[in-house]
């Protein structure tokens, strides 16, 4: 298993930025799809958006698409998540995660996750 750290997170008003980032351990960074989700107080988790090894497809969740940007870097072992116009339904604890699927949205295909970091988006 991959080891991740996400950071960047904070306090935003809605219609801010924010970047958030997720650094992986481990040589084999590239070869996984990686992704991110959120999951907001009493709300399940929910996917936002995930990227393929190649950085060659994304996919989104409908309401962050226009919004957010996913995008990874292999040479840093980084994937990164850009928020733009931000809402208030943003607030959510953010999390990556890894796996070696193809595109998928489902978390239980994801066997590594990082300890999340908290997006607050005021309104």
């Known amino acids: 298993q991959v080891r991740l750290v996400e950071s960047g997170g904070g306090l935003v008003q809605a219609g801010g930025s924010l970047r958030l980032s997720c650094a992986a351990s481990g040589r084999t960074f590239s070869r996984y799809t990686m992704g991110w989700f959120r999951q907001a107080p009493g709300k399940e988790r929910e996917f936002v958006a995930v990227?393929?090894?190649?950085?060659?497809?994304?996919s989104y969740e409908d309401s962050v698409k226009g919004r957010f940007t996913i995008s990874r870097d292999n040479a840093k072992n980084t994937v990164s998540l850009q928020m733009d116009s931000l809402k208030p339904e943003d607030t959510a604890l953010y999390y990556c995660?890894?796996?070696?699927?193809?595109?998928?949205?489902?978390?239980?295909?994801?066997?590594?996750w990082g300890q999340g970091t908290q997006v607050t988006v005021s309104s």
């Open positions: 990227i393929s090894w190649s950085g060659g497809s994304t």
């Open positions: 995660a890894a796996t070696f699927a193809i595109i998928t949205r489902d978390p239980s295909d994801f066997a590594s």
